[in-house]
């Protein structure tokens, strides 16, 4: 560099940092939503969060944005500029107003709601698909475990996140108070359950991929069940990094 590039340099002094992305969250109600969308507001690491829902209302939450959808079919939905994705499959608490109008994704809609993101711009994508325990063979946990994954992942994303928690088995209907009674004393038994073979909490599941979103390389990552467990044993940032270290 000559001294008067250098002079010039100087002058224009420091490159401005690059401005913060925009995210697009679909499925924010729930349990797993609600802390996914928390997380993400309280790392300040976006510029706007544009949360989808299907009725009018008035976020509560500084840098977010709610973004009415008209219809359940996201091919015909007008575009939202974005860069980064969320879908988070999670069933909502229909007892409270802010879920019940927020908009909420089923699993049959996941290969056109990744496609209506990716034309608005969107290349990075977090996709969280929870599943029953004992019901993904070990084979799929670090694999695309059916059609519709396969059609995300090869839609052309830059960066695609799979995570797969497991979800906590529902109880069964009784048919009797006998039948009542014996469930509530064999679930006695549940608290003997080995802490690493519990599903893992939503703010473990939360932190893993808002890290996992500004940490990850190109490529598919597919995040097993285990992995967000082990954020109780050590740090986010080093979870991921051992995780998606080569």
Same mark, same amino acid.
């Given at each position: 560099?000559? @001294?008067?590039? =250098?002079?010039?340099?100087?002058? &224009?002094?420091?490159?401005?940092? =690059?401005?913060?992305?925009?995210?697009? $969250?679909?499925?924010?109600?729930?349990?797993?939503?609600?802390?996914?969308?928390?997380?993400?507001?309280?790392?300040?690491? *976006? &510029? !706007?969060?544009?949360? @989808?829902?299907?009725? +009018?209302?008035?976020?509560? @939450? +500084?840098?977010?944005?709610?973004? &009415?959808?008209?219809?359940?079919?996201?091919?015909?939905?007008?575009?939202?500029?974005?860069?980064?994705?969320? $879908?988070?499959?999670?069933?909502?608490?229909? *007892?409270?107003?802010?879920?019940? =109008?927020?908009?909420?994704? !089923?699993?049959?809609?996941?290969?056109?709601? =990744?496609?209506?993101?990716?034309?608005?711009?969107?290349?990075?994508?977090?996709?969280?698909?929870?599943?029953? !325990?004992?019901?993904?063979? !070990?084979?799929?946990?670090?694999?695309?475990?059916?059609? /519709?994954?396969?059609?995300?992942?090869?839609?052309?994303?830059?960066?695609?996140?799979?995570?797969?928690?497991?979800?906590?088995?529902?109880?069964?209907?009784?048919?009797?108070?006998?039948?009542?009674?014996?469930?509530?004393?064999?679930? $006695?038994?549940? *608290?003997?359950?080995?802490?690493?073979?519990?599903?893992?909490?939503?703010?473990?599941?939360?932190?893993?991929? /808002?890290?996992?979103?500004?940490?990850?390389?190109?490529?598919?990552? $597919?995040?097993?069940?285990?992995?967000?467990?082990?954020?109780?044993?050590?740090?986010?940032?080093?979870?991921?990094?051992?995780?998606?270290?080569?």
């Amino acid at each position: 560099m000559t @001294l008067l590039n =250098a002079l010039q340099a100087a002058q &224009r002094g420091p490159a401005p940092p =690059a401005p913060l992305p925009v995210a697009l $969250i679909a499925g924010a109600a729930g349990t797993l939503g609600a802390e996914v969308l928390r997380r993400l507001v309280g790392g300040h690491h *976006y &510029r !706007q969060l544009r949360v @989808l829902a299907q009725e +009018d209302m008035t976020p509560a @939450l +500084d840098r977010v944005e709610m973004v &009415r959808v008209p219809s359940d079919d996201p091919s015909a939905w007008p575009l939202q500029p974005a860069t980064v994705g969320v $879908i988070v499959f999670d069933a909502p608490n229909l *007892y409270n107003d802010r879920e019940r =109008a927020l908009w909420t994704p !089923q699993p049959a809609q996941l290969p056109a709601l =990744a496609a209506w993101m990716l034309r608005c711009g969107v290349h990075t994508l977090a996709v969280v698909v929870p599943h029953e !325990q004992g019901r993904l063979p !070990q084979a799929l946990k670090a694999g695309l475990a059916n059609l /519709d994954e396969h059609a995300v992942a090869s839609m052309g994303f830059q960066r695609l996140l799979l995570v797969r928690p497991a979800v906590t088995p529902q109880a069964p209907p009784h048919a009797n108070v006998l039948e009542w009674l014996a469930h509530r004393m064999l679930s $006695i038994f549940a *608290y003997m359950v080995p802490s690493n073979e519990m599903p893992p909490r939503a703010a473990d599941l939360a932190a893993l991929v /808002d890290e996992a979103l500004r940490a990850m390389p190109p490529g598919v990552h $597919i995040a097993p069940p285990e992995l967000a467990r082990r954020t109780r044993e050590a740090t986010v940032q080093e979870t991921v990094r051992a995780w998606l270290a080569p």
